[in-house]
Every structure is written in C-alpha cells, then in structure tokens.
T-cell receptor, first 115, second 114 residues
Framework: AQTVTQSQPEMSVQEAETVTLSCTYD???????LFWYKQPPSRQMILVIR??????QNATENRFSVNFQKAAKSFSLKISDSQLGDAAMYFC????????????FGKGTHLIIQP | DTGVSQNPRHKITKRGQNVTFRCDPI?????LYWYRQTLGQGPEFLTY????????KSRLLSDRFSAERPKGSFSTLEIQRTEQGDSAMYLC????????????FGSGTQLSVL
C-alpha cells in the first residue's frame, strides 16, 4: 500500500519569506501523480500544485514550486514571498492514474505566517 | 455554481440516530469520492463511484455506512446507528476522466455525534 509522510506537523515563516514543506512517499509504482492541497480554516481542500512522476521538470504555479526527487521519493513544496493568506494546513497526496481510491494523503503540515 | 456542493455543512445528532449527507459534484464529472477527515489527520478514502456504479469501498466503511449515486449525478452517504467515533468531517470530491487526475473537493459536512 502507498503511504505519504509529512514529518513537519507545524511550520512558521515570516511574511514575504520563503518556506519549504517536506513530503516523502512510498510506492513500488513508476507512474503516479503527486499533489499539494491547501486546507484553510474553511476546511475546503484547494489544489495548489500537481506533479506527474514521469516528468522530470518540477511543477511551478506562481509563488508555489515543488522539488520532486523520484529516486528519493521526495516531493517538497516551496512557497516564495509568503502571504498571510497562505496560512493553512497543507497536505501532500499521491495518486495512481485512474486510481479507484482517489488520493492517499499525508497527515498535513500546519503553516503559520507571522506578520 | 461550478463547484462541488455538500449539504448540510454541519450536523449534530444523538448517538444511535441515522444521518444522511448529500453531495452534488461538478456537473460533467463522472467520478465521485467520499472521504472522512478527523481532527489533525489527512482525509481518508471511504468509497468511489464511477457514474452510478460503486466501484471501490474502503475497509473503513462499516456495515452501518451506505452510499448511493442514483443516475450518476448526486450522491448520498448514510450512517445508521451513529456512534461517537463517527464524529468527523465528511468530504466529497469529484473528477472527470482526462482531468489530469485532479480531484475537486466540496466544503464538507461536519458531523458531531453526542
């Protein structure tokens, strides 16, 4: 079974600084997808960024980028120029193509933005 | 409204009562998922529908839980004889084949069993 591990229960960063959230996963598959979801206090899960395992290029979405290391099974999220609105729980997730169980999530990292 | 809609947002019930939640997915999405999330944890998969067919169920889904998706549109999740351990956020998500494997989530139904 696939597992996703987020080793940082909580992270804190100053507004406008850069922060990196860690994620590792375990799988025997070679083709899969990785995601970072944001869950603000409203509890709605919002997709932040997506990475396809067969692509070597790291995904980027505006201030959000990932460092995908397939051999190390590592998938970290970097948030640049942190903003107060970035404060939320961040979940790393894994999915097989067409996987009937959807996403496997980590336990999350609580990101605090200090003004 | 183009998002995933869940009702009700909050449900408080007494132990032993039955509850039903509804999820309306994004209209063109044929895949629908139910997840459960407890405090301090990530969402855990419960069940999956492709159109009206329930194709996958987690072992977390005890006999007291039942889900339906008639006509492949909205879905309901019913919990019978609720227990305090059922207290959680129940999340619904939908996706469409060819949507780059992205799941879109609703705002969830927060269940509290007293």
């Amino acid at each position: 079974a696939q597992t996703v591990t987020q080793s940082q229960p909580e992270m804190s960063v100053q507004e406008a600084e850069t922060v990196t959230l860690s994620c590792t996963y375990d799988t025997s598959e070679s083709d899969y997808y990785l995601f970072w979801y944001k869950q603000p206090p409203s509890r709605q899960m919002i997709l932040v960024i997506r990475q396809e395992a067969y692509k070597q290029q790291n995904a980027t979405e505006n201030r959000f980028s990932v460092n995908f290391q397939k051999a190390a099974k590592s998938f970290s999220l970097k948030i640049s120029d942190s903003q107060l609105g970035d404060a939320a729980m961040y979940f790393c997730a894994y999915r097989l193509p067409g996987g009937a169980d959807g996403l496997t999530f980590g336990k999350g990292t609580h990101l605090i933005i200090q003004p | 409204d183009t998002g995933v809609s869940q009702n009700p947002r909050h449900k408080i019930t007494k132990r032993g009562q039955n509850v039903t939640f509804r999820c309306d997915p994004i209209s063109e999405h044929n895949r629908l998922y139910w997840y459960r999330q407890t405090l301090g944890q990530g969402p855990e998969f419960l069940t999956y529908f492709q159109n009206e067919a329930q194709l996958e169920k987690s072992r977390l889904l005890s006999d007291r839980f039942s889900a339906e998706r008639p006509k492949g549109s909205f879905s309901t999740l019913e919990i019978q004889r609720t227990e305090q351990g059922d207290s959680a956020m129940y999340l619904c998500a939908s996706s469409h084949r060819g949507s780059d494997e992205k799941l879109f989530f609703g705002s969830g139904t927060q269940l509290s069993v007293l």
